[in-house]
């Protein structure tokens, strides 16, 4: 009965593979015609305007929503002294922007909230993978003002910022107007935001990787859009600003020393500004001189000691640094400072994972989890850790709501799938896999393990199918599959993953 279940099951995986392999060819395909892959994507990008203390419209930008709520991602440059802004829909409607929700200058991004009707406000992809060079990209923006302008390039040269993560260089023509917007593959996945073009450069056009929005941490108020810039011109002088920006241009560009520069008079002219401290101490990380940043990063946060993105950066380097107890200690602060802060909570667990404190991680997880029961990310590590404990049951009670959740995550099909082998349970493992693969054709994990599987029930021909799939996704795997197909000697060890 068994064999026959395998056996049904198997074709089945086939039929999913041959169903998955043609529409990512069709995909392949009808990339192609950028008009399908862009237009979805233009109903989430908007122009942003903004507007003067005496309603003078003063700058272009753009923006893309990423969320139903209004929530829009822009550059801090594009609303740097905004007194009022106002975005433009792909149809021509116009909206205000009423709050800032999150801002930091040095990684150029703002999150703001537009005042639009939650069926107007459609959110973008984000890519789950980054790009890398020579990747195809699309941006969307309004260059000198034109609204949904389209430009294609390739990403030819992929840069590691220190403080932002990865900048990408893009071909694709960037002007004036432009910045804020998305840059994205061909999947119509979001994967950067447009930064800056270097003025003097030819095709020196920048992109911060997606990724960096997870860093930005929301105000725990928001705050109108006038009372921001009012603030900010309180404590943050016009030349301190100038010199903050320029500074960030040449970080993201990789020149720290010059940059170094920039940041330090800024400091000197208005040493009460973090956002001054943040680009020096970024400087310091690029040219690998950790007591100089760490010491700028405790500068910024002597200047505005509640301010949890100075304390979470602080953090975050730590973590880098392996300095796993002083980044505990800052997470702890920022948590104090914004208690609903589920991103500082996820990576406390992952550090306390590090450190091998069981209890605390477990303890965190399910602090996060009372403030969004439905946070994947947690719902799966914390099933991952059960296993790692032993709990198989409580494991699988977990994986299985976050796939219920995002049912086309293939890593968390194949955490159940390696579950239910823990658990001696070949039929459900084997469907485990097949879902896998079937959000993710190049899953090689869940193709090793399948094989393994097959292999087991005595099905070399299916277990050396998987082989010929696994050959061309990650050649290690596969010779250690084939060994296990034709062994040299029985090994008595468990060979899945």
Known sequence: MLRQITTLLALGIATVLVYACSGTMLSARSSGNLRAVVTPLQQSVVTVAVFDMDGDLTKIGSGFFIDDQGTLVTNFHVLDGAYKAVVKTADGEKYPISTVIAQNQLFDLMKVRVEIPPERSIPVVMAAKEPTIADRVVVIGSPMGFDQTISEGIISAIREHPANGKIFQVTAPISTGSSGGPAMNLNGEVVGIVTFQAAK??????????????????????????????????????????????????????????????????????????????????????????????????????????????????????????????????????????PENVQARVELAGIYGELDQKGNQIETFEKILELRPDHVPTLHLMGTTARGLGHYDEALDLLLKASSIEPDNAQIHFDIGVTYRLKRLPEDELQAYARSIAADPRMAASHYNLGVLFLEQGNRKLALDQYEIIKNLDAEAATRLFEQIYPAALDETDPAL
Request: hydrophobic share 40%.
């Open 201 to 338: 450069g030819q095709n020196l056009n920048f992109a911060i990787s997606v990724k960096v929005l997870q860093l930005l941490i929301d105000e725990p108020n928001e705050v109108p859009i006038a009372e921001w810039t009012l603030q900010k011109s309180g404590h943050d002088p016009r030349l301190a600003a100038s010199l903050c920006s320029r500074g960030a241009q040449l970080s993201i560009r990789g020149k720290y020393e010059a940059a170094l520069d920039y940041f330090q008079k800024a400091t000197e002219i208005n040493p009460d500004d973090p956002g001054a401290w943040h680009g020096l101490g970024s400087c310091y990380i690029g040219l690998n001189q950790p007591d100089d940043a760490i010491a700028a990063y405790h500068q910024s946060i002597d200047a505005d000691p509640d301010n949890a993105n100075t304390h979470f950066l602080l953090a975050m380097y730590h973590k880098a640094l392996e300095q796993y107890p002083d980044a505990v200690d800052s997470l702890l602060r920022v948590i104090r400072i914004d």
